[in-house]
């Protein structure tokens, strides 16, 4: 089976660092897209940064300059990034995929999420 496995999240003080990752196991042909979302309490899930299929990037204004998406093709792993981050950047972070177990059944996937939390 396919699953995405996030981590690195945990607490940091305004203006530090996290890099989030999240693999890709099981057996597959191919992931389309990659991407990171985030849900704050009260909020609806949004995107943060994301990979197209052509390998262009797309990020919310609010991270833009600040937080850089990634992917190593070989270890089936996406990267987000996340510099000089801020109290408003605190949520749930998922990964998502688009992945095809064979090239006629492509699904979309979703890791559990993992926490982040900004604060001094």
């Known amino acids: 089976q396919v699953q995405l496995m996030e981590s690195g999240g945990g607490v940091v003080q305004p203006g530090g660092s996290l890099r989030l990752s999240c693999a890709a196991s099981?057996?597959?042909?191919?992931?389309?897209?990659m991407g990171w979302y985030r849900q704050a309490p009260g909020k609806q899930r949004e995107l943060v940064a994301s990979?197209?299929?052509?390998?262009?990037?797309n990020y919310a204004d609010s991270v833009k300059g600040r937080f850089t998406i990634s992917r190593d093709n070989a270890q089936n792993t996406e990267y987000l990034q996340m510099n000089t981050l801020k109290p408003e950047d605190t949520a749930v972070y998922y990964c998502?995929?688009?992945?095809?177990?064979?090239?006629?059944?492509?699904?979309?996937?979703w890791g559990q999420g993992t926490q982040v939390t900004v604060s001094s």
């Open positions: 099981g057996s597959f042909f191919t992931i389309n897209t």
């Open positions: 998502n995929a688009e992945i095809c177990t064979e090239w006629y059944s492509c699904l979309e996937y």
């Open positions: 990979f197209t299929s052509s390998y262009t990037t």
